[in-house]
């Protein structure tokens, strides 16, 4: 565990002994991405994230003018549907060094990232489509 604030980092490890708060499990984010990060059988990952960057920026932006822009910002950029991303990683792991598992999840993957129009294949202005072959 790694952190700049003693109290927050001595109140993190006393509820992982004893759980007296909401957990990081009873997130059904955390729960989707672990759920599809999962190594081999008996391969355990050493290192497990995870990040809600809009909860992220409301909780640290709360009084804050430009972290509310940027949350007024997102839906132009299409990044409003971006609901967390998080991964795992394994080390030497018999055949490989490291193995990685990174995962975005989105709440509409349609309309949450911008495509170049180059790659669509549909009238000017059209997000979306295949790349070209």
């Known amino acids: 565990v790694i952190g700049t604030s003693q109290q927050v980092l001595q109140a993190m490890l006393a509820n992982w002994e004893t759980p007296q708060s909401r957990t990081l499990a009873e997130n059904a984010k ?11 059988k008996g391969e355990e990952p050493q290192l ?20 509310q822009l940027v949350l007024a910002v997102l839906p132009t950029l299409g990044l409003d549907g971006l609901s967390a991303v998080g991964g795992t990683a394994a080390f030497d792991t018999g055949l490989f060094d490291q ?23 549909a009238t000017p202005g059209r997000t979306g489509g295949s790349p070209p072959t």
Not at 30 to 39: Q, S, T
Request: aromatic letters at 12%; a positive charge.
């Open 48 to 67: 497990t994230w995870f990040v809600d960057p809009v909860a992220l920026i409301r909780a640290a932006g709360q009084g804050n003018v430009q972290a």
């Open 99 to 121: 193995v990685a598992h990174v995962y975005v999840l989105l709440d509409s993957p349609a309309a949450a990232f911008w495509m170049p129009s180059r790659w669509s294949r």
């Open 30 to 40: 955390f729960a989707a991405i672990l759920e599809r990060c999962r190594g081999a």
